[in-house]
């Protein structure tokens, strides 16, 4: 897919809007970078889709701050700045699907001076807009 080539010359680091929380994603290349259009995600950012990159659950590390994390299907939660309500990362603990991922906006840090880009879109089904890629 697109995307899957992308590699981390350096450690990728996140940031919420306030800068409390931050986050570091460790790892030779993420293990997915996709825009995701899910009601859930819609919802809590007010667009009609999100980019998140993923990684092992242990590639990725809050360093500073403090989350408040909702449950918002059954095995994903979401950690969210406890002061200023900013998406910091999310985690899934279903078996064989465990992964946490980043909101790509808050991303910085690798030479290209970019994020991975997305590779797939999911839950398109959902889309509020069509999406035309390229």
């Given at each position: ?35 995701c ?47 200023c ?14 992964f ?20 797939n ?13 390229g």
């Amino acid at each position: 897919t697109r995307g899957s080539a992308f590699s981390l010359a350096m450690q990728l680091q996140g940031v919420c809007a306030c800068g409390e929380c931050r986050v570091t994603a460790d790892a030779p290349a993420p293990k997915f970078s996709v825009y995701c259009h899910c009601t859930i995600c819609r919802r809590i950012t007010g667009a009609p889709y999100t980019h998140f990159v993923g990684f092992q659950t242990d590639q990725v590390k809050l360093t500073a701050g403090e989350v408040r994390t909702w449950e918002s299907t059954p095995g994903c939660s979401r950690s969210f700045c406890k002061v200023c309500g900013s998406g910091v990362f999310n985690e899934c603990v279903i078996p064989g699907q465990e992964f946490r991922d980043v909101p790509a906006g808050t991303l910085y840090g690798n030479t290209d001076g970019e994020v991975p880009p997305a590779g797939n879109h999911i839950f398109y089904g959902n889309r509020v807009l069509d999406v035309k890629d390229g």
